[in-house]
């Protein structure tokens, strides 16, 4: 076994989720949140060149060569499918390794709500997943797909940079796309992905405007869409979709997302009490009359109310979530204060 394949194997015993190679830093692993170095000399960076070499294809590292970056999949026997991203610092390629699973967990075990499988039934409209990176937003985009593989007859097709986790057809059909494998760019896939006849559409990254625009066609026109977005909250999350159009388009834009959206999903991971794992911590906006009339309104001020007041929609504020994990001793009170965007609330309710 070779040093790369011990180091890989090391991470997934130690149960870490990313394990980052830096040129003049011992190896790095990020365990339930947290960068630990390994007990080991520092790597240097011709070693980490020949890591490269031996780990790319031709076609890769020629991207990479170009680009000075790449993202890509990856499998190896000891540790199953991987993420990894590799990019170039003082002209020396680094890593950065995510490990993703080989199974899908259930809800109850990944702390989502009840709600959302309910939301995921309907037969068309956009389903966002928003959040900061490593916040857990792939994991719940792969449960949600995995709940519909399960039990519609129906094809979805996923658009992804990279594949993370490998759906098997169950009920339903699943076409997975890679981005600079089976397609040039997230853009070009997202064009032909209607002629391909989907009920479903995953797409793993909303960014650029075109993506935008064809995810809010998609979901008016009869399919169900699921995308993920790097955002604080919901409410900017919404902002940002309205905001990457110039003002000629925008207000298209607004009364699409005002009559397509079916529900936001805000989540990000916080220390638990244990000090093994961590929790999960969401805001959950469902798209009544009074959401669409204020989307429609361009009034998005007044979601963070809206949400208060909508646990009968099913919809829960992130500072109510978190209240309630402390409730559960799944967190600490320190944790849940420290998270809170009004800390009165905790603060009021005891701690």
């Not at 011992?26 to 960068?35: D, H, K, S, Y």
């Not at 702390?111 to 966002?128: S, Y």
């Not at 995810?215 to 009869?222: I, R, S, V």
């Not at 009074?290 to 992130?318: C, F, K, S």
Request: hydrophobic share 40%; aromatic share 4%.
């Amino acid at each position: 076994m070779n040093k790369l394949d011990q180091l890989l194997a090391m991470a997934v015993e130690r149960g870490a989720s990313d394990l980052h190679l830096v040129a003049g830093a011992p190896p790095a692993f990020r365990i339930n949140g947290e960068i630990i170095l390994a007990d080991a000399d520092a790597l240097e960076g011709t070693e980490l060149g020949q890591m490269a070499s031996a780990l790319l294809n031709v076609q890769q590292r020629d991207t990479l060569e170009r680009e000075w970056e790449l993202s890509v999949s990856l499998h190896a026997p000891e540790v199953g499918r991987m993420r990894l991203t590799l990019y170039r610092r003082n002209g020396c390629p680094e890593f950065c390794f995510r490990f993703c699973g080989e199974y899908i967990a259930t809800r109850d075990d990944l702390g989502l709500p009840p709600k959302l499988d309910e939301l995921v039934r309907r037969p068309n409209g956009l389903v966002l997943i928003t959040g900061p990176s490593g916040s857990g937003k792939t994991t719940t985009l792969n449960y949600l797909v995995d709940l519909i593989n399960r039990e519609r007859r129906c094809k979805i097709v996923t658009i992804e940079d990279p594949i993370e986790f490998v759906h098997h057809n169950k009920r339903a059909i699943v076409v997975q796309q890679e981005v600079l494998t089976d397609t040039h760019s997230f853009n070009r896939a997202l064009i032909h992905v209607l002629r391909q006849d989907p009920d479903v559409i995953v797409i793993g990254e909303i960014r650029e405007p075109e993506a935008v625009g064809t995810a809010l066609n998609a979901a008016e026109t009869g399919h169900l869409v699921l995308a993920t977005m790097h955002s604080p909250n919901v409410v900017h999350a919404l902002e940002r979709i309205i905001g990457v159009c110039e003002a000629p388009g925008q207000r298209q834009i607004v009364l699409q997302l005002a009559s397509s959206l079916v529900a936001v999903i805000y989540q990000e991971l916080v220390p638990g009490v244990d000090g093994v794992r961590r929790a999960l911590a969401y805001e959950l906006l469902v798209a009544n009359s009074a959401v669409r009339n204020v989307i429609r309104e361009n009034q998005l001020h007044m979601l963070e109310t809206i949400i208060q007041t909508g646990g009968r929609d099913g919809m829960v504020l992130l500072d109510a979530c978190l209240h309630d994990l402390y409730c559960r001793c799944a967190i600490s009170y320190d944790v849940a204060l420290s998270r809170v965007r009004h800390p009165d609330r905790i603060a009021k309710r005891g701690g």
